[in-house]
């Protein structure tokens, strides 16, 4: 798993034009390489045996067991099919992209449904908005905007320890709302990384890393500083020195995976529950852009900074302390070394800023194309007031048999819209002429120009993945549905009835979040939504509630190298380990989860109204199996 995805970081991080990003062990960066610049002759991809073995085992005794099973027992047909599929997933003996395939051989093939109904899962309206945000993303990517917004904040908040870590954490925060959690850490590493070593030669020039040899261990005052110098030439870091670097690159994988939980599109598992939801709920409210944002941007918030609280605490406990009794107000000169230090790194960063020059037209397009992106998602629907799109329902004459606006733009219209956008707005500024030229005899007369986002790049960055994965998501909801599955395992779970609320969310929350440190965060939410809901059906309570609650505890994957993309890039830098992986995630996943908890059972629960079980989740229970 650790070198699989090392592998994977590396190939990313090369393909986003990072590939100064320093990795532990040279072989497997020397074996990304080669399999990157391979000839074309290579056709295969090698596998390891045990993975074909079980997959042709699980997939031959899935099929055996589902076909002797009596004719009316769907239920324990579809069990056998999701089953293979959470195996695979877990596994990962095939590609999950191909494991998401299953359902759609083998629900037709056992009698759960036919070919048409569950091919049509694969792609709907969740999968538009996806694609749409992935086309966004890319385009902010391609032009280098996300790289001047964490410039720039990291060159506010750079002037100590504490604030730079808070930095950090805030650029990736704010980028991972709207940007790939792996796009964002293998923009952000190289930066944070860049400033380690701009650190680490300013300590060695002022001394702060030379090593004090006490010559009487009864009088401290005969002591002298010793230069060390390697073989090659290098220094080694001091203890405080290689302790502050850890906690620093452990904020940019944690603002990464707490970033996405803000926005609906920030993450996959957030469309997940909104699919999944409607899938099995038709016809009921689900979430959109402006609810979600409600109720789990401040939890976000709340996250991003006991995050950074208890990184400081454990990785830069004196600075943290100096920053929050505001010392700094009456402390003004400081130690001169320290002073001197954070001012060669703000230096630093400036520089680097400075590089970039003046903002230039595709960023400035790109900019106004994102704010408006979320200015329309939030005013899309409002609550005491009509909204743009409910204007839209009314000027149309759509209106519902209530009186009420029957509003046909959602939230993947807008951004489907703007993607379209990105391919017909020129990358150059038409005001100036440079993308028209006077045609000679015999040429066109418009110039061949850049446009804000091209094809090729669509291929080669879109995560198709993704897409295939939620699509399988959705044939296994409709699945369970369908066979009765959800009904027969909310049955089992009626001993929970009488349990509080927030006890079950909280077996829930820590469960989902143990399990996401082993499996995909996207793969975890397919499977455990539909079960989440035939639990909420058995206990009465609203299945937003715990649906919520899970969803939002399969970000929350802080401890393992293999458990998100964001950690495993930052596993590739010498300076952490996996047991500084697993010292601080533990403890990261423990405190996030009962945040988790807490929020979904006060102003969550408040806002989303899931204080009462709801009449249609119980229609919804009686008519399964039909």
Known sequence: WYQRRVR?????TQSTGMANVPVRYSSIVEEAATENTSSKTQQYTKYPQWKTVFTIAVLTVTT???MLLPVKATEGRAACVILATAMLWMTEAMPLMIT????????????IMDTKEVCGKYFNYISMLMMGTFLVAESVEACGLHRRIALKILSLLGRGEALLMLGASLCTWILSMFMSN??????????VGSIVQSLREITHTLGDDLLTVHFDKDNKDKSTKVDIVRADGSRPDS??????CKGLLLCVPYGASIGGIATLTGTPPNLVLKSIFEATFPGQKSVDYQTWFRVAFPLSLILIFAGWTLLCLIYARSSYFYLITLRFLWDKSGKSKEVQKWRHVNKTIRKEYSKLGGLRFPEIILLLMVLLLILLWLLRVLEGAD????????SIGKIDKNGKPKVYLKDAWVVVTLSLLLFII???NPLKGAWRCKPADGQEKFTRINRLLDLETVMKKTPWDVLFILGGGYAIAAGCKDSGLSLWIGQ???????????VIALVVSSFVAVLTEFASNTASTTLLLPVLVSLSQAIKKHPMYLMMTGTLSASLAFCLPSATGPNALVFAYPEIKVIDMIRTGLVMNMMSVLITVAATSTWVYSVLDLSEYPIWAHAVNVTTGG
């Not at 792996?182 to 930066?191: F, H, R, S, Y």
């Not at 909204?387 to 009314?394: D, F």
Request: no cysteine; proline share 9%.
């Open 8 to 12: 994977e970081a590396v190939v990313s």
């Open 64 to 66: 055996l067991v589902s």
């Open 100 to 111: 998401a395939f299953i359902p759609a051989i083998m629900f037709p093939l056992v009698g």
């Open 182 to 191: 792996t796009a964002t850490t293998a923009m952000m590493l190289p930066i």
């Open 239 to 244: 203890k405080d020195f290689k302790w502050f």
């Open 387 to 394: 909204g743009w799109a409910e204007v839209h329902a009314k």
């Open 426 to 428: 020129p990358a150059e």
């Open 492 to 502: 089992q779970f009626s001993f929970l009835h009488s349990s509080p609320h927030w």
